[in-house]
Nanobody
Framework: VQLQASGGGLVQPGGSLRLSCAAS????????MGWFRQAQGKEREFVAT????????YYADAVKGRFTISRGTAENTAYLQMNSLKPEDTAVYYC?????????????????WGQGTLVTVSS
């Protein structure tokens, strides 16, 4: 499956953005989804993951309560709603899909990756 992430941009601190991840095929029945981010000079880190059923979601402590991972009704799209953004959220954000998995915080667990979309939080 091919993934296409979009929705990044420049936003002021305290603002919101919604990232989208469009898959080339239906992912709702067997692909758990994840979002990761990589700030300049740092390693890629886990942000959020969602079981393919949509019933189980898990977030990194740094984004808990501010970010929400979800699926679209089209069943081949995942979203990351980001609220109350902070400068430290600035990074390239990547979506990933894990076939037949339960979702994971480990980037090695994902089979497919999108190309990334840049989020810059700055005044």
């Amino acid at each position: 499956v091919q993934l296409q992430a979009s929705g990044g941009g420049l936003v002021q601190p305290g603002g919101s953005l919604r990232l989208s991840c469009a898959a080339s095929r239906r992912t709702s029945t067997s692909y758990s989804m994840g979002w990761f981010r990589q700030a300049q000079g740092k390693e890629r880190e886990f942000v959020a993951t969602m079981h393919w059923s949509g019933g189980s979601r898990y977030y990194a402590d740094a984004v808990k309560g501010r970010f929400t991972i979800s699926r679209g009704t089209a069943e081949n799209t995942a979203y990351l709603q980001m609220n109350s953004l902070k400068p430290e959220d600035t990074a390239v954000y990547y979506c990933a899909a894990q076939q037949y998995g339960l979702g994971s915080t480990r980037k090695e667990a994902y089979n497919f990756w999108g190309q990334g979309t840049l989020v810059t939080v700055s005044s």
